[in-house]
């Protein structure tokens, strides 16, 4: 069988594998990438920025840019309309040096949506390049010249499907890899993400194309590599509560074995997410947040209903931990 698990070279950055997490508003913290690392995963982003707000020195939005203490390689996703404040909060992200920056224009929250940016971008392509022209050139004066990647949609509707154009015009103002996420605005998350669009995508770019929408196993991420001939995929809401889809991933694509966890060991990568996230957060925070992490963690255990009618009122780590029978971690 051939091995689909292969680095991925984006601009002046080459990655050693081709398993990345999508940038999640409200799940992808640095607590959770470092479990995802832990777990395979060869390339992380941050949750959306915004740079209107990183800009203003907003001290919330700056909590969002510091990378994992395991994260070797990781991207910032920045968030916006107007190109020149793209690049003046592009030009922000000098402290935190990361290895690359994303643009989210895909996002279809109304509240991103109603500000021009995310999805809104695609309504014109020519803008959206405008818009990666400008994070290129602060990434060239700033960065290091570090790669700006760009997550894109099918379109805003079914009657305006021109992910064709926007990832052209991507490429054609400097975005070194397109991630497409085959479907429409108004779609959100509903119905099948139409993977024929991510291979024709590939078909006509000259840079690398990741893919994303439905990848929920193993088996979806092969799937997604033969059907589309994608460069890299990306996992989103399947990875959530479920950071050990990389390892299964990486195993399936290069012909190895792998052992699912058992429950124990799950609660366990659970608890020391929450570990991670307290640090960051503060306990009364991470507690309640983590709630909605742990029910996924705990999807198809044994006595999982029972379990999670528990978490979801846990307000201390050690309330935690005596739910979960957790030894300390950290």
């Not at 091995?3 to 409200?26: D, E, H, Q, R, W």
């Not at 999805?119 to 960065?143: D, F, I, Q, T």
């Not at 792998?258 to 957060?281: G, N, S």
């Not at 935690?320 to 300390?328: F, N, R």
Request: glycine share 8%; aromatic share 8%.
């Amino acid at each position: 069988m051939m091995n689909l698990y292969k680095p991925v070279t984006i601009g002046s950055l080459t990655l050693p594998g081709n398993l990345f997490l999508a940038p999640v508003a409200g799940y992808s913290n640095r607590a959770f990438r470092s479990i995802c690392i832990e777990q395979g995963a060869d390339f992380t982003c941050t949750e959306m920025v915004s740079s209107e707000a990183l800009t203003r020195k907003g001290v919330r939005t700056e909590l969002l840019l510091p990378r994992a203490e395991n994260e070797i390689r990781y991207a910032v996703q920045l968030f916006g309309s107007e190109p020149e404040v793209m690049y003046r909060a592009a030009l922000l992200l000098a402290p935190w040096r990361p290895d690359a920056v994303d643009i989210n224009c895909g996002c279809p929250v109304p509240k991103v949506v109603k500000t021009g940016a995310g999805s809104a971008l695609m309504r014109s392509p020519e803008k959206l390049g405008r818009v990666v022209a400008a994070v290129v050139r602060a990434s060239n004066e700033s960065l290091g010249g570090v790669p700006v990647t760009v997550k894109i949609r099918s379109g805003w509707d079914a009657a305006s499907l021109n992910y064709r154009e926007c990832g052209r015009a991507a490429g054609e103002s400097g975005a070194a890899l397109v991630c497409l996420h085959p479907r429409t605005r108004t779609q959100g998350y509903a119905g099948r993400s139409d993977w024929f669009q991510i291979a024709d995508l590939v078909s006509r770019l000259a840079v690398p194309v990741a893919g994303s929408g439905d990848l929920f196993s193993p088996e979806d991420a092969e799937r997604m590599f033969r059907e589309t001939r994608c460069a890299a995929v990306m996992f989103a809401r399947g990875a959530m509560g479920n950071p050990f889809i990389f390892a299964a991933a990486r195993a399936l694509l290069s012909g190895d074995t792998w052992r699912a966890p058992i429950p124990r060991e799950r609660f366990e990568t659970a608890f020391r997410q929450l570990v991670l996230l307290a640090r960051d957060v503060g306990e009364g925070l991470a507690c309640r947040e983590m709630r909605k992490q742990f029910c996924a963690y705990t999807k198809g255990i044994n006595g999982g209903a029972a379990l999670r009618n528990r978490l979801i009122h846990a307000d201390t780590i050690e309330e935690y931990q005596v739910i979960l029978d957790c030894s300390p971690l950290g």
